[in-house]
């Protein structure tokens, strides 16, 4: 799922300083479960803003909505009636959501309560750690299920670096080594005869290299 | 025991400390409440297992939210005390209404105008 974390309240206000009519609008689904920007997360910024909005005089009318998906024209719909009604939008879901709904209402100031952060699982309650990133050509069967451009601090696809200790990544130390994990897994499933296959540098152009990446699906297009 | 603790405290009692959700400490706050003082069970006695290890860690964010919003975080304070712990309970109150008193009322009470304002400006 797609992770995120709320932006500083301070950094919010400035943000939104000069509307009035603001609608705090959360996203039922990833940013929900990451609990960054779901109902609850909604009425708690909501609560602050309004204290922050109290105390530096900034004149904030806030209204709360939690849709299913903000990443979805149908589920956008659904909100259009408190859209209309407010100045601005304060949206609480990810990147996609927020310009889903900034291209939705092209007059409507749309803004950015969260900070997306990557893709992600929940490792344990409150933990969420990164497992991909969406480079665009999956290299996950050559690595035993452990994903080197995310779990390897330095990306490396002939690893490892030589640099961990312990069983400890050496650029973050809170992090288990992804090439020990790489070589562990693929030792487990007896197919450590992978690694000894020289991976060629790999290639960025389906990642950011190529631009705002597109995918066509010709059989479902209308 | 009897004990006289002071009558300006309003006791809301809830099932276990681990009932309450950030949600209730911001929302008391934005209605003008000048202090909450939430008073758990001692650490390692929750009936619940961990009911008041959960509060004070909703407690800390919720004092971390408010310090971004501007707002004294003193103003919430999370307690632990034994159920049977009376003294306790009422030099906790006691202290708390002191830290209170000394920050003055909730500055959001202070600013928002009555609905009387309102109707006739």
Redesign the interface.
């Not at chain 1, 109290?54 to 005089?57: K, V």
């Given at each position: 799922m797609i992770v995120a974390e709320r932006k500083?309240?301070?950094e919010l206000v400035d943000i939104l300083k000069g509307h009035q009519k603001i609608l705090v609008l959360g996203c039922g689904t990833c940013v929900t479960v990451c609990l960054a920007g779901g109902e609850?997360e909604v009425?708690?910024l909501s609560?602050?803003?309004?204290?922050?909005s109290?105390?530096?005089?900034h004149g904030f009318e806030l209204e709360e909505l939690t849709i299913e998906r903000q990443c979805d024209n149908v589920f956008i719909e659904t909100a259009a009636e408190i859209i209309e009604r407010n100045d601005a939008i304060l949206s609480l879901g990810c990147g996609a959501g927020v310009q889903a709904i900034a291209e939705r209402y092209r007059e409507k100031p749309v803004y950015a309560g969260l900070n997306t952060a990557f893709l992600g699982i929940l490792e344990e309650r409150g933990l969420w750690t990164e497992k991909c990133a969406a480079c665009g050509a999956c290299v996950l069967h050559q690595y035993g299920g452990i994903c080197p451009i995310t779990r390897c601090a330095k990306h490396m696809l002939n690893g490892p670096c030589g640099g961990s200790r312990e069983d400890r990544c050496e650029v973050r130390p809170d992090r288990p080594c992804g090439w020990q994990l790489i070589y562990q897994r693929l030792k487990s499933i007896g197919q450590l005869d992978r690694l000894t296959t020289i991976a060629p540098p790999k290639n960025w152009e389906p990642s950011l290299g190529g631009g705002c990446r597109v995918i066509v699906r010709e059989d479902h297009r209308i | 025991m009897r004990l006289q603790y002071p009558t300006n405290i309003r006791i809301i009692r809830t099932p276990c400390t681990g009932k309450l959700e950030v949600e209730y400490f911001m929302r008391a706050f934005e209605n003008g409440a000048d202090g909450v003082l939430v008073a758990g069970c001692e650490e390692g006695s929750c009936h619940f297992s961990e009911g008041n290890l959960m509060a004070k860690r909703r407690v800390n964010y919720t004092r971390q939210i408010l310090s971004e919003a501007g707002f004294d975080r003193e103003r919430l304070r999370m307690v632990n005390i034994g159920a049977a712990d009376a003294t306790i309970f009422v030099a906790m109150v006691k202290d708390m209404i002191e830290t209170v008193r000394a920050l003055g009322p909730n500055p959001i009470r202070r600013t928002k105008p009555s609905p009387k304002q309102e109707i006739h400006p």
């Open positions: 500083s309240i301070p609850r009425s708690i609560s602050a803003l309004r204290i922050a109290n105390i530096g005089n | -």
